[in-house]
């Protein structure tokens, strides 16, 4: 199968399907919850070890204190000048499940199309499919045409904190990103992304005796009751604006005028002028008790990855390199971040959602669809190998 400029050297048939899902479960039942750095610093053991096999060379770099290791797997070497820049592949192999889900409410299993178990779809199976593809476009002997790295982190499910310098820095070599975040909605891909800011909010009152002394209180909870309604005001659904108050706590008993409450907030923005206007909102809050203290931490952890015309062309050379393999390539734009973000607010053409499809990710229901993962690694091997 071929189309014009782009012939394919890569089908679904040259995939081993068996092999693959079966190193797929062995990667699933290492359970690689972002905090426990044992379990993702094994998983990145098993990535390693796959790589190796496949004959890449292998970068392992420690991970800073409470964070698992980063892993950097390359079939060439890029540089930053324009004629070397390569293809950067990002994927990440935290998730979101602690250990025990896997004997829990989220057990490998196979029920007909769809493949169950904890980061399957969020994104191990995207993950993996990468190592395969990369492995049958350099076999294929027709290329890649540009250095291939592909970067592994360990804590993208709590915002790449440990990895963000990382990425940049190999963003910096990239002509072009592909993260293989899940397929969306029926197969649909990525091309923009909202931004992400978190801000904890901490008010400080005064406690008293609620039944005795009332009047010598001042009620931290009263404060924070009218920061969140300026909160949730900030929502602009056309604008793509969400602002929400995902968690409060305060309080230390019924019978006592409230000295202390503590907001959680997740903002999503889709460009840098909401960042300016709706941060500089949130940093300017001030009480309407002037005997109330507000301490306010926190800002933008991922930058809004917005469309741009190289990731345009981005996505129409995927689109045609997907047709002849039976997918008709969709993109969309959705509010939740990946490390894309990153390379994408420093202008580098970047594309998402290259995994598997499926669906239910961060969900005890969370599954690919087994009969994506042939023609989407095959799709990814081809899209590889035409990158120039």
Known sequence: MSIPSFPLAISPDDIDETALLAELKAW???????????????????????????????????????????????????RETEAEKGVLVLAHL??????????????????????????????????????????????SGN????????????????????????????GRKARSVLVVEPARDG??????RKGVAIYDIGIYGKPSHAGTHPQNGVSAIREAAKIILKLEALNDFERGVTVTVGQIEGGAGRNII???????????????????DVLAFIDGLKPEDARIRLRISGGMNRPAFPRS???????????????????????????????????AAMGVATLDGLGADGAGAHTHEEYILKDSVRPRTALLANLILTLD
């Not at 905090?35 to 790589?51: F, I, K, L, Q, T």
């Not at 989220?106 to 199309?113: D, I, S, V």
């Not at 997907?322 to 990153?342: Q, R, V």
Request: glycine share 12%.
């Open 94 to 139: 935290d998730t979101v499940h602690a250990r025990g889900t896997l004997a829990g409410k989220l057990p490998y299993r196979e029920e007909g199309n769809r493949i169950y178990g904890p980061g399957i779809y969020d994104m191990k199976s995207g993950a993996l499919m990468t190592l395969a593809a990369l492995k049958l476009a350099v076999a």
């Open 187 to 192: 197969g649909r891909i990525v091309v923009a």
């Open 143 to 170: 290329g890649p045409k540009r250095p291939v790295t592909i970067l592994f982190a360990p804590d993208e499910e709590t915002g790449s904190v440990s990895c963000r310098a990382i990425i940049e820095a190999e």
């Open 309 to 343: 015309a190289g990731g345009d062309a981005l996505f129409a050379q995927a689109r045609a390199v997907a047709k002849p393999l039976g997918i008709e390539l969709e993109g969309m734009a959705t509010g939740g971040g990946s490390d894309g973000n990153f390379t």
């Open 28 to 78: 699933v039942e290492i359970e690689s919850h972002t905090p426990d750095v044992a379990g993702v610093s094994a998983m990145m053991d098993r990535a390693e070890a796959y790589a190796k096999a496949c004959g890449f060379h292998i970068e392992r770099l420690p991970g800073k204190p409470g964070f698992g290791d980063v892993l950097i797997v390359r079939s060439g070497e890029p």
């Open 258 to 276: 409230p000295a202390e409450c503590h907001l959680k907030v997740d903002v999503r923005l889709p460009d840098a002028e909401a960042e300016r």
